[in-house]
């Protein structure tokens, strides 16, 4: 008798722009084979607003605020990185106590950017009230930063040479004792994403990413971190990282669960990186005179909450700069993250696309 | 602080040798940039390429200039992942890369005039009818 | 997290009871720009900072106006302003819902 031979038949699914787990709009092609995901091609390009080019109307010294509203989420590291481009290029020397109130603001970003993340990635497996949860504690953050800076989600307290704005002594002791009894119900919080046995069922083993993939792709953050490679740009000493002692948070396993459990790992690690900064800050300026115009260019590599972000600015001797342009990680988390894809059910697919922390506003500008 | 940054001039006929010794030692693609000279509204002169790979904090970048509208080859049969990194390049500078693994063919962002950081190249996206 | 739950049953809503209660907004927070008038001497640094075109200053006929829509509350200005007489309020403007609204459209006219 001869063999009948069945080939699969092939069905193209839509997911996005529009879906309830983004946060922003994405696009994916799903080509699926009875339930399994065999390819998927990203369309990204919804909100892409060029800003880029608005080097050429505003100066050096505003363009710091256009480079913060790049994206709500992870703004003043946008800001901070430019900021520190220009520097290098004028060869300004920024004052030290501007460099910790920089790194105590980064670290609160970072805490509050791994708040909402959990919240979402909580909503996305059908968790809403550990979602509610964690952003209730993530309001206490924004408090804190609306405190200190004057805006929840748009800081605006970095500018070229230096901050413009101060924590006296009695503030920074109070958001001390704000942040300690924060970290307290951060950890019960938290405790559910790591030890649930509902939490753990939808994410063990969902998504892997081998080590030699992740490193081949060009995966960055705890998507990288994640899967067994011990690298943070932050371990480069910039800014003043070099007086802070900090461990890189690990996870060999590779799946979601390992990238749930990397991110946790970096809260506490945040809440640590404050309290030294805050033991350590010296008295002084908070910044220096700016003369002169930027003249060259230069790279510049930060760790943001989704992973290493390049900034590349050049100046020509004018007041209008050359070229700004920043590499988001999520740009160069997305071949991973179709890499990932394939191969895994499509009921899994709300939990794989947010758990490399897509924030669609950073990658298209 | 920890790391190198170097800048290396090369010709635009080394480019894929050179990437593809990049790969054979580990290195991962960082970005691709492209800058148009000079900057403002005067017509291009040149674009200025550079292409940056990392590994263990090592930074290095690969510098050519081409001239506006002059083809360039692709490297995603080494890298991948630069397919998206090369669609930006043409839908916003113009410059035809030849043989990327996933070509958009002009519609990776939706941009209301053809070239937008490198106007009148006359090398459009040949898009019209997205945005009008 | 069970615990949590329980316990959420007999606590207060997390929740301000929004327009019942008024939000107190911090000391520092950016909310609009206001100015005192007597002492601005139409110098035009404040126009020159603003990165979001808010602001017009006319010299000759002696006229301050700015555009609260168009304001993005950056402060730029306040730290700019030579006779300080710019200063950062705590309370937000109204929301609006067109963007030519005319009573968010602030002109002051000199002698």
């Known amino acids: 008798m001869e063999q009948q031979i069945i080939t699969p038949k092939r069905t193209i699914i839509p997911f996005g722009p529009q879906h309830p787990v983004l946060p922003e709009p994405l696009h994916f092609d799903l080509v699926l084979e009875d339930e399994k995901i065999i390819d998927a091609i990203p369309?990204?390009?919804?909100?892409?607003?060029?800003?880029?080019?608005?080097?050429?109307?505003?100066?050096?010294?505003?363009?710091?605020?256009?480079?913060?509203?790049?994206?709500g989420i992870c703004s003043f590291i946008h800001g901070l990185?430019?900021?520190?481009a220009i520097e290098e290029i004028m060869n300004l020397e920024v004052p030290k106590r501007a460099?910790?109130?920089?790194?105590?603001?980064?670290e609160l970003s970072r805490i509050h950017s791994h708040l909402l993340w959990l919240g979402l990635a909580a909503d996305a497996f059908g968790f809403e009230n550990l979602f509610n949860q964690s952003w209730r504690a993530r309001e206490t953050v924004l408090d804190v930063i609306e405190e200190t800076t004057g805006g929840r989600v748009i800081f605006g307290s970095?500018?070229?040479g230096g901050v413009r704005k101060d924590i006296d002594k009695d503030t920074m002791t109070r958001i001390l004792g704000v942040l300690a009894k924060l970290e307290k119900d951060v950890r019960s919080i938290c405790n559910v994403f790591i030890k649930d046995n509902s939490v753990k069922h939808r994410l063990c083993g969902v998504g892997y990413l081998s080590t030699e993939d992740a490193k081949r792709l060009g995966a960055v953050g705890p998507m990288l971190r994640a899967s067994g490679v011990s690298y943070d740009v932050r371990s480069t000493g910039y800014s003043i990282y070099d007086d802070l002692s900090f461990e890189i948070p690990t996870e060999k396993d590779g799946d979601c669960y390992a990238r749930c459990a990397v991110r946790v790992a970096e809260l506490y690690q945040s809440f640590s990186l404050i309290r030294q900064a805050a033991e350590k800050i010296p008295d002084g300026e908070l910044s220096v005179k700016v003369t002169g115009m930027p003249n060259g260019e230069t790279f510049q590599r930060l760790e943001q909450p989704r992973g290493e972000v390049i900034y590349y600015v050049k100046g020509n001797g004018t007041k209008f700069l050359s070229r700004f342009r920043a590499r988001t990680p999520t740009f160069a988390n997305i071949p991973a993250m179709i890499q990932v894809l394939k191969g895994s059910d499509l009921a899994d697919v709300p939990n794989i696309v947010l758990t490399i922390d897509p924030c669609i506003s950073c990658t298209e500008r | 602080m920890k790391g190198s940054k170097t800048i290396i001039p090369i010709q635009k006929s080394e480019l894929i040798s050179r990437v593809q010794k990049y790969y054979d030692q580990e290195f991962r693609m960082a970005q691709i940039c492209c800058v148009k000279e000079p900057a403002g509204k005067e017509p291009t002169q040149k674009l200025e390429m550079s292409y940056s790979f990392e590994k263990d904090h090592v930074f290095e970048t690969l510098r050519f200039d081409v001239a506006s509208g002059e083809e360039i080859p692709s490297i995603t049969p080494v890298y991948n992942g630069a397919y998206l990194y090369e669609n930006e390049l043409h839908d916003l500078y113009g410059i035809p890369v030849k043989g990327i693994n996933i070509d958009f063919k002009g519609t990776f962002y939706k941009v209301s005039i053809p070239t937008p950081f490198n106007p009148g190249c006359g090398n459009g996206c040949g898009d019209s009818k997205v945005n009008g | 997290m069970s615990l949590t739950t329980i316990a959420n049953v007999f606590r207060k809503p997390a929740t301000l009871m929004h327009p019942f209660k008024k939000r107190i907004p911090f000391e520092a927070t950016r909310g609009h720009i206001s100015i005192d008038f007597e002492k601005c001497i139409f110098c035009t640094i404040c126009a020159k900072k603003c990165p979001a075109d808010a602001i017009k200053v006319d010299r000759e006929n002696k006229v301050w106006e700015i555009e609260h829509l168009r304001c993005i509350s950056c402060g730029a200005c306040t730290e700019a302003c030579p006779k300080k007489c710019l200063t950062m309020e705590k309370d937000y403007r109204a929301p609006a819902t067109t963007s030519e609204v005319p009573s968010l459209h602030e002109v002051h006219k000199g002698a």
């Open chain 1, 99 to 106: 460099q910790y109130l920089r790194v105590i603001w980064s």
């Open chain 1, 43 to 71: 369309t990204i390009g919804y909100i892409h607003r060029g800003l880029e080019m608005l080097v050429e109307k505003r100066e050096f010294t505003e363009m710091v605020f256009v480079a913060e509203r790049i994206c």
């Open chain 1, 81 to 84: 990185g430019y900021c520190q």
């Open chain 1, 158 to 160: 970095c500018k070229v």
